[in-house]
């Protein structure tokens, strides 16, 4: 519902990140906020761009919190690297050790993570019957961490973890061993030999966005029965799933993740309750729009 009154609430929000000028996320927020009655204003702090490429993460959020912004998004590579310039975490934002949503408030900065719950709808309505023995997940960074913790709670009874640091690779997977139970999750770096045995990938790097074309995988590795969920929604068809849908894999894009995790973050900025399915409907004429 529309707020009324002569002039509408003002909310400013942002994104920090790098190589960000594709996102989608301003009309999102912005054709949200309009329809709610709000002055809801949504700039890029685009790292690769000037003027932002010349100011550090820490200047970047004095920056915002400076402007009177309700608070920011951060995307890759700063999911993590945030953690020591905020105030405080969400039980969510602290289990999970990276954060997708700053909020400001009265000289505090707190940090959120709606990205897990992003993937956990999206996947339960493009995914609902799939096989959840077990899935080959790449990367392990701010997003991964986020989307593992998902899968479990989806009920994936093994995820085998992959990340070209190791160790950041075996920190996850012990992490989700203590949270979910021994065996749950395991660190692996033959990732051919482990999707011969999984039911599905999940692919969680930037591999596929403009600045990093390409396959995160070997052609070969992937077979018609595996399902392939992508979190990368810019292009919303990466090459990971053009090779699935040829192959004829059930894959699940990066929109969905990326509409619920904007709906979250949405109501924790500006403390109204969006639409979320009018804001699936508004992602989809954007994608439809090129």
């Not at 593992?148 to 085998?160: M, Q, R, S, T, V």
Request: charged share 20%; with cysteine; proline share 6%.
């Amino acid at each position: 519902m529309a707020i009324e009154g002569d002039t509408p609430p003002t909310v400013r929000v942002g994104l920090i990140g790098s190589d960000i000028q594709l996102s989608k996320s301003p009309s999102l927020h912005e054709t949200e906020g309009q329809a709610l009655g709000l002055d809801y204003r949504y700039t890029l702090f685009d790292t690769r761009r000037p003027p932002f490429d010349a100011m550090s993460l820490p200047a970047l959020l004095a920056h915002a919190e400076g402007q009177g912004f309700a608070g920011v998004n951060i995307t890759h590579p700063y999911k993590q690297a945030v953690l020591p310039h905020l105030t405080s975490l969400s039980d969510d934002a602290a289990m999970l050790g990276a954060v997708n949503t700053v909020v400001f408030r009265e000289g505090t900065r707190t940090g959120h993570n709606t990205d897990w719950l992003g993937f956990y709808e999206s996947f339960r309505a493009g995914l609902p019957d799939v096989a959840l023995g077990s899935a080959v997940l790449l990367g392990a960074g701010g997003a991964g961490v986020a989307v593992a913790h998902a899968a479990l709670k989806l009920g994936l009874e093994k995820l085998f973890v992959f990340d070209q640091d190791a160790a950041r690779g075996q920190t996850l997977a012990d992490a989700l061993n203590g949270r979910f139970g021994a065996g749950r999750a395991e660190a692996i770096r033959d990732v051919g030999a482990a999707l011969g045995q999984a039911d599905g990938l999940i692919h969680a790097t930037p591999m596929g966005m403009p600045a990093h074309p390409g396959l995160p995988i070997e052609p070969q590795w992937l077979e018609p029965r595996h399902w392939v969920a992508d979190i990368v929604y810019m292009p919303l068809v990466t090459e990971l799933l053009a090779l699935a849908d040829r192959l004829g894999c059930r894959t699940l894009p990066g929109g969905g993740m990326t509409v619920h995790q904007a709906a979250a973050a949405f109501a924790l900025f500006c403390g109204h309750r969006p639409d979320a399915a009018r804001m699936t409907r508004h992602f989809a004429d954007m994608c439809r729009a090129g």
